[in-house]
């Protein structure tokens, strides 16, 4: 089974549910030293790097693919960011990222669905842009709980009718939304979907190409039902996007700056990339990393180390 990520129906180099004309397990394989083929640097591992140094410290490091997020993407503008994507050769991965949409309905939830569409467009533009085997995935973070509200199973059902709202512009645009189960501990404030499984269950009401989950191992490693919810994806075909990092004690302050390189920290990547693969995930894997020590060294520095470590950590496991 393969995965049903969407893409740019204006995008010629990537088919119609997703399945790139190139299967990036069949790009140039990996010689010694150079970069694993399918590794993606995510923006936000060099989070103070404009677009145009995030793209030019990706390629120069010899690395196929980024994810993009929108902030950087519309300091420059969109379009002027699709050439400079077009002129890097780089694949594009993700744009990181859309969702919020837990308030009750009023003006700041029309406004909030209004902002989703316009990143649905933009990312729908820059995988067209993106070199062949771009996909066009947009990652959600659902939101937290609203000011005051306890609610959390209705929190959980604004999440599900906002991507119903949304699944019409996203399915003409050939734009996959990819909901992103944050770790239980962000759930009063970023994610009230914390788990795999309520990401899936929501997925459900949606074609695959339409509505998918991104696999994040600092948020799903912990999961006793990770594996079989991973295998329920694969079956399911909803796998949009894989992401790695990992995870170490204690904690920063900020809870949201605990991501780690890969391998520096606790997580399992071998059962948790090995359960991707089998289930028939075949496209980029994207290393997304937040982390205040790490933003602080130079973005070319970060990249090397990040291929470095994505080498030894999970690039064994891909088969």
Do not use: Y
């Given at each position: 089974m393969s995965i049903q990520a969407g893409t740019s129906a204006g995008n010629p180099n990537v088919?119609?549910?997703?399945?790139?004309?190139?299967?990036?397990?069949?790009?140039?394989?990996?010689?010694?030293?150079?970069?694993?083929?399918?590794?993606?640097?995510?923006?936000?591992?060099?989070?103070?790097?404009?677009?145009?140094?995030?793209?030019?410290?990706?390629?120069?490091?010899?690395?196929?693919?980024?994810?993009?997020?929108?902030?950087?993407?519309?300091?420059?503008?969109?379009?002027?960011?699709?050439?400079?994507?077009?002129?890097?050769?780089?694949?594009?991965?993700?744009?990181?990222?859309?969702?919020?949409?837990?308030?009750?309905?009023?003006?700041?939830?029309?406004?909030?669905?209004?902002?989703?569409?316009?990143?649905?467009?933009?990312?729908?533009?820059?995988?067209?842009?993106?070199?062949?085997?771009?996909?066009?995935?947009?990652?959600?973070?659902?939101?937290?709980?609203?000011?005051?509200?306890?609610?959390?199973?209705?929190?959980?059902?604004?999440?599900?009718?906002?991507?119903?709202?949304?699944?019409?512009?996203?399915?003409?645009?050939?734009?996959?939304?990819?909901?992103e189960p944050l770790h239980p501990m962000y759930a009063s404030d970023r994610a009230v979907v914390s788990t795999l499984g309520q990401a899936l269950d929501i997925a459900a009401d949606f074609e695959p190409a339409v509505v998918g989950a991104a696999v994040d191992t600092f948020h799903i490693w912990w999961d006793p039902q990770v594996l079989d919810q991973i295998a329920r994806a694969g079956r399911e075909g909803r796998i949009a996007t894989y992401q790695v990092c990992d995870w170490k004690t204690p904690l920063s302050a900020d809870v949201l700056l605990s991501r780690h390189y890969t391998g520096d920290g606790v997580i399992d990547f071998g059962s948790l990339t090995r359960a991707v693969v089998q289930a028939g995930y075949n496209h980029d894997i994207e290393v997304e990393i937040f982390n205040a020590d790490i933003w602080a060294d130079a973005p070319d520095a970060v990249v090397r180390r990040t291929a470095e470590t994505f080498a030894a950590a999970v690039s064994p496991h891909l088969g």
């Open positions: 088919g119609r549910h997703g399945i790139p004309s190139t299967d990036i397990r069949d790009l140039s394989r990996q010689s010694d030293g150079d970069p694993d083929p399918r590794l993606s640097i995510n923006q936000a591992t060099i989070k103070h790097a404009d677009l145009a140094t995030a793209l030019r410290v990706t390629a120069d490091a010899g690395i196929q693919a980024i994810g993009l997020w929108r902030e950087p993407v519309n300091e420059v503008g969109l379009d002027v960011a699709a050439r400079m994507l077009a002129d890097s050769g780089l694949r594009f991965t993700t744009h990181c990222r859309g969702g919020f949409f837990t308030l009750p309905d009023g003006p700041e939830r029309t406004a909030a669905l209004d902002d989703n569409r316009r990143a649905i467009e933009e990312t729908a533009t820059l995988a067209a842009a993106g070199a062949d085997g771009s996909t066009a995935v947009l990652v959600l973070v659902a939101g937290g709980l609203p000011e005051g509200s306890r609610d959390l199973v209705g929190a959980r059902e604004r999440v599900r009718d906002a991507i119903g709202a949304l699944a019409d512009d996203a399915r003409a645009a050939g734009v996959t939304l990819a909901i």
